[in-house]
């Protein structure tokens, strides 16, 4: 399938940033975006909300892509949960990553045994064919903690694995990118480190301590590099509601520093959000999801995008979601 679903307009020019008619796929519902530039191009890879369900059971993952961030053409369904021999039923968050010329695509799903776990795929283009890379999951640690991985290759070619709810764990990937060495590394929470600890807040007790800050860490995380600085931008919580939030390091590894939240105006019609960061022909970028196109909802989330400008200092400003 390769057709144009959508010219984005956008919409107005405020300072320089212009605002993009969002949700950006109309078609259908595309929650957890992760954006990959490649050649010219940015690829844009979700899940695929079911409508009328009420929860997250997804069955597939698309793609599509643009070179203008205007013109998208849909790449359809280039991998199902059937493409997973070990892969029972709710397909959730994925992020696709280029190396070398193949293209790794890292997804998580529930498992046969009933637990969740994390895939790869590889193709040698970006829109596929994907095939399971190596027939079994990269991680299975018979939990339910294997969602949302997030998948960065630094600048010496060591590539890191990051996922996780409610912890967040990280790998050193091999260079074949389907098998990792050393030992699942749990990254410790605090409230220097990611605005609050879940724990605590739940149990009472100290949670006074994370109160304060009114943020802890989630899940989807999505970890990258820009001018020297590590970001890890994570689903944080606000008002009962998700919201991005991000926290930044001089190490691939941490020490995590909490920096704050990018996005807090929820709601938009969505309990979770969950997304990504690119920079393109010049310009930078937050992907992230809502539940704002019609007949969506927690359980209908679509891809939206915002242009934003980097603080001197590298931070990342507060960002305003565009509900029209
Ligand atoms: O889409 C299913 C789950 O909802 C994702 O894995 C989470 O990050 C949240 O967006």
């Known amino acids: ?13 405020c300072n320089g940033i212009v605002r993009a008619q969002n949700p950006i796929v109309q078609t259908h519902f595309t929650p957890d975006p992760a954006p990959m530039v490649y050649n010219g191009r940015v690829y844009v890879y979700t899940g695929d909300d079911i409508p009328g369900y009420d929860f997250y059971y997804m069955t597939k993952w698309r793609v599509c892509s643009s070179a203008d961030m205007v013109n998208w053409t849909d790449h359809g ?5 059937e493409s997973f021999s070990w892969a029972r039923d709710r397909a959730w968050a994925s992020q696709c990553i280029e190396r070398n010329g193949k293209f790794y695509w890292y997804i ?21 064919p994907f095939k399971d890379a190596i027939g079994k999951p990269i991680i299975s640690t018979g939990s339910w903690a294997n969602i949302d991985p997030t998948v960065f290759i630094d600048d010496d070619g060591q590539a890191f694995l990051y996922w996780g709810n409610p912890n967040l764990y990280y790998v050193k990937l091999n260079n074949d990118m389907v098998s990792y060495a050393g030992d699942i590394m749990q990254i410790p929470q605090t409230i220097e480190s990611f605005g609050g ?11 006074s301590a994370a109160e304060p800050t009114k943020d802890m860490y989630v899940e989807g995380p999505w970890f990258y590099k820009r001018s020297g600085k590590y970001y890890q931008m994570f689903a944080g919580m606000t008002k009962g509601n998700e919201c991005l939030s991000y926290a930044m390091s001089d190490a691939p590894t941490g020490q995590w520093k909490y920096q704050g939240k990018i996005m807090t105006d929820q709601p938009a019609n969505s309990f979770t959000n969950h997304g990504g960061i690119i920079d393109f022909k010049g310009n930078s970028y937050l992907f992230y999801h809502t539940g704002l196109l019609p007949g969506g909802g927690s359980y209908g989330r679509s891809t939206a995008v915002e242009q934003f400008r980097y603080n001197a200092d590298g931070t990342i400003p507060s960002i305003r979601m565009t509900k029209e």
């Open 77 to 81: 369904v280039p991998i199902t949960l």
């Open 1 to 13: 399938l390769q057709s144009v679903i959508l010219c984005l307009l956008w919409m107005y020019s």
């Open 108 to 128: 998580c799903a529930q498992t046969v045994d009933n637990n969740v776990a994390i895939g790869v795929a590889v193709a040698d283009h970006p829109t596929g």
């Open 197 to 207: 600890v879940r724990a605590a807040r739940n149990t009472g007790g100290a949670a």
